[in-house]
């Protein structure tokens, strides 16, 4: 019975059977759904051994997915590392399909399994279904579908083109796949199944705007000029999804081709709420392993051996080195989303006059799970930061913000954990875990049609910071090479309008005949 003390403890060793799992399991779930009340996806609970799990970090974690040779290097290496002791493996995997797969380590303890199913399989799974970004962007129920389609279809290709020119549009694809995705919500999640099954009508598919402006385009001579207002819009301009673009209207592309950018950008789709939510998302499975493992304690499912385990993994996972511990590198995603989500907990359970200030919404309001599931379901990472971390938290764990500007020869101490500073601080980090500053802002904006055809990009510099020249090099081959003709782009300050950089790039000649 839910809330009863336990007769006996759920194991009293490390060793763990089939039978166990399923007992822990029973044991969970009524606290997760009953008690904290967490809308979650039917689970699938897998074991793997170790070497499955460095299988599956070498394909992004997906239980199905097409060959390719960097997943091969990734297992090697991540191999390597594991063998030598230089890197541990996750206690689990999880992915954002309906049922949601949880893989279980075999090697893990019982302790370990239990605090995986409640991290995984309630708090993960949780967050999936529920957070807005996942509605928005994510089809879970059709996601094992797909990806099924997507091994098929490109074994397919290997067979009827040859895997030489099969690697080379997945190595150039896998290039832009940061710079392949809609930003913008749909007014639907993309429904994966139906694009495994309308595959077969694209393959007669042939883009009226692409007709209309390629065909007609006299070889070796000038093409009348088009006004660029008109030519910018038949061609959707400007396109930030570089891989949708070239989908739909590149020159020399086949229609196999365009069906792989297809499948490459609709994964990089998938995966792009994960990198929106990493905070929220591991704080919220931490907090809710956290909750878990303290109520079966509490009650006698757990010894205090077990206990004990169980803290020390969790402390491990939700360290913060200092910025002058030597090993600093960023914040810790478990760390900051646990840590603001426990201070939240406080402000609904005991709340200060400053919290009453700062957060007249949530203070006292007595139930810091539904305040939780409510942010869990309504934030990203940035929003989340800049709306409930708080003075609080940033005089705990000392705050401050340090200026570095490449004019000025010293670092200077912005802000720091005082009143004048905490709004400081909090937009500042918030903006450290906004998206569209993580990556560069990239578009096509214009095709010299009358001309030679360079397709013309434009990166947005804020900050100053302008692109990694070799980066940018290896990546604009790539893109050239898919467009098949010469690609331009102009690095300009959003502010002044200037250009600071230009590149150019040629496609290879192997790409062009």
Request: aromatic share 10%; charged share 25%.
């Amino acid at each position: 019975m839910t809330g009863a003390l336990a007769p006996a403890p759920l194991f009293t060793g490390s060793d763990w059977d089939f039978s166990l799992i399923n007992r822990i399991y029973e044991t969970v779930e009524p606290i997760a759904l009953q008690e904290m009340k967490l809308n979650i996806y039917p689970n699938q609970i897998e074991i793997i051994s170790a070497e499955q799990m460095l299988d599956a970090y070498s394909s992004i974690g997906m239980p199905l997915f097409y060959k390719h040779w960097s997943f091969g290097k990734q297992f090697v290496t991540n191999e390597m590392l594991y063998r030598k002791g230089l890197r541990g493996l996750a206690y689990e995997l999880v992915i954002n399909s309906d049922p949601c797969i949880n893989y279980l380590m075999q090697e893990n303890s019982a302790t370990m399994q239990t605090l995986v199913i409640a991290h995984a399989a309630f708090g993960h799974n949780h967050f999936f279904k529920n957070n807005y970004v996942f509605k928005q962007w994510t089809d879970a129920e059709g996601i094992l579908d797909y990806l099924e389609f997507a091994k098929r279809y490109i074994a397919q290709c290997e067979e009827r083109h040859g895997q030489l020119a099969v690697e080379r549009v997945l190595d150039a694809a896998h290039a832009l796949m940061n710079q392949g995705v809609h930003r913008y919500p749909r007014v639907r999640p993309r429904d994966m199944k139906e694009e495994a099954e309308r595959e077969a009508e694209r393959q007669a598919y042939r883009d009226r705007i692409y007709d209309d402006l390629w065909r007609t385009v006299p070889v070796g001579a000038k093409a009348a000029s088009v006004p660029s207002d008109q030519r910018r819009a038949a061609l959707g301009l400007p396109q930030e999804n570089i891989l949708y673009f070239l989908e739909k209207t590149g020159p020399r592309l086949e229609s196999w081709q365009r069906e792989i950018l297809r499948i490459v950008r609709l994964i990089a789709q998938y995966f792009y709420p994960q990198r929106q939510t990493k905070a929220m998302n591991e704080g919220c499975a931490t907090y809710t392993h956290y909750r878990i493992m303290t109520i079966l304690h509490d009650r006698g499912w757990l010894t205090d051996g077990a206990f004990m385990e169980f803290i020390q993994s969790h402390t491990n996972v939700v360290y913060q080195p200092t910025f002058d511990s030597g090993h600093f590198g960023g914040f810790n995603p478990y760390a900051l989303g646990f840590g603001i989500m426990s201070d939240i907990e406080r402000i609904c359970m005991d709340p200060t006059d400053e919290d009453r200030d700062w957060f007249g919404d949530i203070a006292g309001a007595r139930d810091p799970v539904e305040v939780l599931k409510d942010i869990w379901a309504n934030y990203r990472d940035e929003s989340f930061v800049s709306q409930f971390l708080s003075p609080h938290l940033i005089r705990q764990w000392r705050l401050f913000q340090l200026l570095d500007r490449e004019s000025e020869p010293d670092l200077r101490v912005e802000a720091i954990h005082d009143e004048r500073g905490y709004r400081r601080i909090r937009r500042a980090l918030a903006r450290e875990h906004d998206i569209a500053r993580q990556e560069p802002d990239i578009q096509v904006v214009d095709v010299d049609l009358a001309g030679d055809r360079t397709l013309m990009l434009e990166h947005a510099v804020t900050d100053g910071v302008v692109l990694d020249a070799s980066d940018a090099a290896m990546v604009l081959q790539s893109l050239a090479n898919l467009w098949g003709y010469e690609v331009a782009l102009s690095e300009v300050d959003v502010e002044s309008r200037k250009e600071l950089k230009n590149h150019r790039c040629h496609p290879q000649p192997e790409w062009i005949g």
